[in-house]
């Protein structure tokens, strides 16, 4: 009986949050930088009057179409946008604009949309957009000077100024969906989907 080699997979990402998921599971995956222009992309779908969530699949979709009209298999797209009640908030470019995202943030719920797309032979074959809520308390001004002054330049990474898997937690109240998509990669379906088509064991 002839065994069927299951196709490589490739995150179109550099990103080590997402690669640290996708490893903590067991999928065996290559990194490959999308180089799509999301600034441009992004000016382009917000003048076409596009939401956070529309942006997050259209910029997911993108890099795995990208990465996928040069490399073999299945390649993952993923982006992550945050929706403060319409507003697209941006990872801060200092602490200075991180600590005007936390402001804007305190107290209120905001959306983290988490898209993914999976694209084959320059074709998006699977997408996916999962958009947990999560609520932040209302700390104070000396919490948010400590934070920032412990944290401030990790935080930049991150849309929003907080990794959830570290000390920025400790912002919230409530947290709603799923916690991989806040992550940044809504693992479950993705895995899901590579038992399909035969990457993993189903």
Known sequence: ????TPPPV???SQSAARAALLTGA?????????GVDEAAVKAELIAQSAGPREIALALAEAKAV???VRTPGLVIGADQTLDL?????????DPGEAREHLLALRGRTHQLHAALAVAESGEVIWRLTESPSLTMRAFSDAFLADYLAAH??????????????RPGI???ERIEGDYFAILGLPLLPLLAL???RGVLTA
């Open 85 to 93: 009640d319409g507003r697209l908030f941006d990872k801060p470019r």
């Open 170 to 172: 400790q912002l919230f």
């Open 10 to 12: 490739v995150l179109a």
């Open 1 to 4: 009986m002839t065994s069927i």
């Open 26 to 34: 067991g999928v065996s995956f290559a990194c490959q930088g999308a």
């Open 152 to 165: 401030g330049q990790a935080i930049l990474s991150s849309v929003g100024g907080y990794q959830l898997e």
């Open 66 to 68: 990208a990465v996928s």
């Open 194 to 196: 590579l038992r399909a």
